[in-house]
C-alpha cells in the first residue's frame, strides 16, 4: 500500500489466501472485500480446509456498526430425501496419539452455503466488483500451486481422499500422497469459478446467490436495471392506484366510522356528514345503518350522509357542520 492508505492486517493458513485479502485492501477495497477475496481464494490454496461446497460464518462489526453473524454452513444433508442413501463408512484418521473416526460417503454430503454466504457479504457490505474479487482466486485455481503447505493433511486424509477417483486423481499420485515436490491442480474448480465471472460479467444486473437447490443447482435473482415493457406502455389503474386491488364499499364504511369517532374527540360540531361514493351510502343507509345509528347516540351528535361519483370508491370525506 502507498502513503497515505489506510492500514490493514491480514492474517490467513496460506500465502495465497492472505496476498487475496491483502491486493483488495491495496486497491482501496474494504475489509468485506478482502474477507471474500480471501475466502474465495482459500477455496484453491487450502482445498482439504475449505471449498465452494462447504459452508462457514461471517461475524460482521465495527465502529458505529452493530454486529451482525452471516451464517452460511452447510444445511443437513438428506432432508426431504425419498430415495435410501447408502449408509456412511467409518475411516479412521490418527492424529498423533489419537484417532477420530471420519464418515464418508454419499449420506455425509450437506447442502453447500459458503458460495452463497460469500456472495450475500460482498454483496451487502463489499465495495469493489464482485469480479475483481474473485480474480485472485480464479489466478490461483488455474496456475495451481506446490502442493507442499498441504503434504501434511493430505497424508492424513489419504485414506478418505482415496476411496473415490475423482480423490485420488487429485491428491494422490501412483497411489501415494501429494509430495513437497508435486503440483496440485484442480481444473474443475478454476473452471467453474472462470465461468462464473465471465457470466457475472456479462449481465449488469446486480445478482444475489440465494442458496442451492435440492438438485445442487444454484438459485440466483437479478436486480432489473430498466422498467419492464408493461410499466413503459401501461400506466396505474386510476381507481386502485396501481395497487391492484380496492377496499371494499364495508371497510371504508369502517373507515368512516372510526374517523368520525376520531374527530368527536378532537372536535364539537353541531352535525357530521359523510360524503361517499353511493356504494358505500347505500352500506351506511342498509347493513351498516345499526353501527351508523349507535355511534350517533355515542357521540351525541347526528350524521348525515351524501352521495358523490367519486373516482374511487375508497375516497369519503367528512364534513364538519
Known amino acids: ?9 491480514v492474517a490467513a493458513g496460506h500465502p495465497v489466501t492472505a496476498d487475496a485479502a491483502a491486493a483488495m485492501l491495496g486497491a482501496g477495497g474494504n475489509a468485506w472485500d478482502a474477507a471474500v477475496a480471501a475466502g474465495f481464494a482459500a477455496t484453491a490454496a487450502e482445498p482439504l480446509y475449505t471449498s465452494l461446497a462447504g459452508g462457514g460464518f461471517l461475524l460482521a462489526t465495527g465502529p458505529g456498526r452493530a454486529p451482525v453473524l452471516f451464517d452460511f454452513f452447510t444445511a443437513v444433508p438428506g432432508l426431504g ?3 435410501p442413501v447408502a449408509p456412511p463408512v467409518a475411516v479412521p484418521i490418527a492424529f498423533g496419539a489419537a484417532t477420530q473416526t471420519f464418515h464418508v460417503g454419499p449420506g455425509s454430503v450437506a447442502v453447500p452455503g459458503l458460495l452463497p454466504g460469500l456472495l450475500e457479504v460482498h454483496g451487502l457490505l ?11 482466486a480464479i489466478e490461483a485455481a488455474g496456475l495451481g500451486q506446490s502442493a507442499a503447505p498441504m ?30 515436490n508435486d503440483h496440485f491442480h484442480n481444473p474443475r474448480q478454476a473452471a467453474v469459478l472462470a465461468e462464473f465471472k465471465k457470466q457475472l460479467n456479462r449481465d449488469r444486473s446486480k445478482v444475489t446467490v440465494s442458496g442451492f437447490t435440492q438438485l445442487g443447482l444454484v438459485e440466483m435473482t437479478r436486480k432489473r436495471t430498466r422498467e419492464s415493457l408493461a410499466h413503459m406502455l401501461c400506466e396505474p389503474c386510476p381507481t386502485c392506484e396501481g395497487k391492484g386491488q380496492i377496499k371494499t364499499a364495508r371497510s371504508v364504511c369502517y373507515d368512516i366510522l372510526r374517523e368520525i369517532l376520531r374527530e368527536a374527540r ?3 360540531p353541531k352535525e ?18 345499526q353501527h351508523l345509528a349507535g355511534l350517533s347516540d355515542f357521540i351525541g351528535k ?3 350522509l351524501k352521495a358523490e361519483p367519486f373516482a374511487s370508491p375508497e375516497q369519503y370525506d367528512i364534513v364538519l357542520l
Do not use: W
Request: net charge positive; glycine share 10%.
Open 126 to 136: 463489499g465495495s469493489l466488483p464482485l469480479a475483481q474479487v474473485v480474480r485472485p
Open 81 to 83: 430425501r425419498v430415495r
Open 272 to 289: 357530521f356528514r359523510i360524503v361517499a361514493a353511493p356504494a358505500v351510502i347505500e352500506m351506511l343507509l342498509d347493513e351498516e345503518s
Open 266 to 268: 378532537q372536535f364539537n
Open 302 to 304: 347526528p350524521i348525515s
Open 151 to 180: 503434504v501434511r493433511v493430505v497424508s492424513l486424509l489419504a485414506p478418505v481422499m482415496a476411496r473415490s477417483s475423482t480423490g485420488a486423481a487429485l491428491y494422490l499420485r501412483d497411489g501415494r500422497p501429494l509430495g513437497v
Open 1 to 9: 500500500m502507498g502513503d497515505g492508505a489506510a492500514l490493514g492486517l
